[in-house]
């Protein structure tokens, strides 16, 4: 009897440990950020809309397409800084008219680990009184998490909030740092989020890819 005991208990150690090198032991920090590098550098990053590639100079003043030059701003900016991109943000959702605000890039986390730092620099034409921020997220291609927050209280129960209702129509810039949590289990991750204001009019438009 003693002995099948310590078999089931020598069964189950292996089955757990199996199960957590197989979908919870990520590999260590510096290999995530060179895989998220490496993999938004395979999808050409700033290829997004048939724009130029990554690392091609331009003037600005030979150009007077804004989704071209933000595109550009942006990528100039990612390059300048070696930051790791794993999302870009819109002033919109869809058409290939649609300019980027912003960006999302992946940085070590000095308590081990992760995080993630949003970027965005946005012009509103109104003020913004109120509204409804949307979250889904796919994890390994199948879908993982849905859910909607009303848009002046999304972050409220946060240290670093950002978001503070009316938000005054003109250029805003926010800087957002969030935590990628360490429980969540290895594999690739895409999240989009999108935010309408109390008209129900599209404001923004967030996507983002990253493997752990």
Same mark, same amino acid.
């Given at each position: 009897?003693?002995?099948? %005991?310590?078999?089931?208990?020598? %069964?189950?150690?292996?089955?757990?440990?199996?199960?957590?090198?197989?979908?919870?032991?990520?590999?260590?920090?510096?290999?995530?950020?060179?895989?998220?590098?490496?993999?938004?550098?395979?999808?050409?990053?700033?290829?997004?809309?048939?724009?130029?590639?990554?690392?091609?100079?331009?003037?600005?003043?030979?150009?007077?397409?804004?989704?071209?030059?933000?595109?550009?701003?942006?990528?100039?900016?990612?390059?300048?800084?070696?930051?790791?991109?794993?999302?870009?943000?819109?002033?919109?959702?869809?058409?290939?008219?649609?300019?980027?605000?912003?960006?999302?890039?992946?940085?070590?986390?000095?308590?081990?680990?992760?995080?993630?730092?949003?970027?965005?620099?946005?012009?509103?034409?109104?003020?913004?009184?109120?509204?409804?921020?949307?979250?889904?997220?796919?994890?390994?291609?199948?879908?993982?998490?849905?859910?909607?927050?009303?848009?002046?209280?999304?972050?409220?129960?946060?240290?670093?909030?950002?978001?503070?209702?009316?938000?005054?129509?003109?250029?805003?810039?926010? %800087?957002?740092?969030?935590?990628?949590?360490?429980?969540?289990?290895?594999?690739?991750?895409?999240?989009?989020?999108?935010?309408?204001?109390?008209?129900?009019?599209?404001?923004?438009?967030?996507?983002?890819?990253?493997?752990?």
């Amino acid at each position: 009897m003693f002995q099948k %005991i310590v078999l089931l208990v020598a %069964i189950s150690v292996c089955f757990g440990l199996g199960v957590y090198f197989r979908y919870f032991r990520r590999p260590p920090t510096d290999d995530i950020l060179a895989a998220n590098s490496a993999a938004s550098a395979a999808a050409g990053d700033a290829a997004l809309l048939g724009q130029a590639a990554v690392g091609e100079d331009y003037d600005e003043d030979e150009e007077d397409d804004p989704v071209k030059i933000s595109q550009r701003a942006w990528d100039r900016w990612i390059r300048l800084n070696r930051f790791v991109s794993i999302g870009k943000l819109f002033d919109k959702c869809e058409g290939i008219d649609r300019v980027m605000v912003g960006r999302v890039v992946m940085l070590k986390d000095p308590k081990g680990g992760v995080t993630s730092k949003t970027y965005l620099n946005v012009t509103l034409d109104k003020d913004v009184t109120g509204g409804l921020m949307y979250l889904t997220c796919q994890y390994n291609g199948n879908d993982l998490y849905s859910s909607h927050w009303d848009l002046c209280t999304a972050d409220s129960d946060q240290d670093n909030r950002v978001i503070f209702c009316p938000i005054k129509a003109g250029r805003r810039k926010f %800087i957002k740092e969030l935590k990628i949590p360490n429980y969540l289990p290895k594999g690739h991750y895409s999240t989009k989020a999108w935010l309408q204001d109390q008209t129900g009019k599209s404001i923004g438009c967030a996507f983002a890819d990253f493997t752990l």
